[in-house]
T-cell receptor, first 110, second 113 residues
Framework: GQQLNQSPQSMFIQEGEDVSMNCTSS?????WLWYKQDPGEGPVLLIA?????ELTSNGRLTAQFGITRKDSFLNISASIPSDVGIYFC??????????FGSGTKLNVKP | NAGVTQTPKFQVLKTGQSMTLQCAQD?????MSWYRQDPGMGLRLIHY???????DQGEVPNGYNVSRSTTEDFPLRLLSAAPSQTSVYFC????????????FGQGTRLTVV
């Protein structure tokens, strides 16, 4: 199956700091997606990327679709306590089949 | 807006028992899929469906059956539960229009003892 490497596994940051996480794949994807999961909930879509090189923002979140189509990053600026959660990248290549990274657990200290 | 609804939220089974996890969506999405999430791992695709009457296997299909008789519903069946199937199960749906954005239910936490 597809292999997605997501890093870092976890982060402990101070409120107000910027955050960066990324995903790399051994295979090309047509779409990259970034999700956030709160405890006891399903993943919620944050940003979707459809073209190589695409840079998309959603409030304090910015994500990019790598030129090689094998990687993507997510940046969060000026973190706040409600940013706490697990962030997942996902790649899609066929028939809406998604492959997920193992997640980045974000902890924000007030 | 209901979105994707999964039932039950929690379930404990004994080894060898069978059960069906229910999933329903009200967004008229053609694509539906089931994932399992284990500690420290991302979501892994079990089965998926591209429309009513059509299903296919994902990464980890063994021990699970699915059917898709309507657009709205996509149940996941465990015929003989095993402790290795202890996990959190998520159902997702997405549109057929090309924008590959999956919407997830709240999950079913299953424990097999």
């Amino acid at each position: 199956g597809q292999q997605l490497n997501q890093s870092p596994q976890s982060m402990f940051i101070q409120e107000g700091e910027d955050v960066s996480m990324n995903c790399t794949s051994s295979s090309i994807f047509n779409t990259w997606l970034w999700y956030k999961q709160d405890p006891g909930e399903g993943p919620v879509l944050l940003i979707a990327l459809y073209k190589a090189g695409e840079l998309t923002s959603n409030g304090r979140l910015t994500a990019q679709f790598g030129i090689t189509r094998k990687d993507s990053f997510l940046n969060i600026s000026a973190s706040i306590p409600s940013d706490v959660g697990i962030y997942f990248c996902a790649g899609q290549w066929d028939f809406n089949k998604f492959y997920f990274g193992s997640g980045t657990k974000l902890n924000v200290k007030p | 807006n209901a979105g994707v609804t999964q039932t039950p939220k929690f379930q404990v089974l004994k080894t060898g028992q069978s059960m069906t996890l229910q999933c329903a969506q009200d967004m008229n999405h053609e694509y539906m899929s089931w994932y399992r999430q284990d500690p420290g791992m991302g979501l892994r695709l079990i089965h998926y469906s591209v429309g009513a009457g059509i299903t296919d296997q994902g990464e980890v299909p063994n021990g699970y059956n699915v059917s898709r008789s309507t657009t709205e519903d996509f149940p996941l069946r465990l015929l003989s539960a095993a402790p290795s199937q202890t996990s959190v199960y998520f159902c997702a749906s997405s549109s057929e229009t090309g924008r590959a954005e999956a919407f997830f239910g709240q999950g079913t936490r299953l424990t097999v003892v």
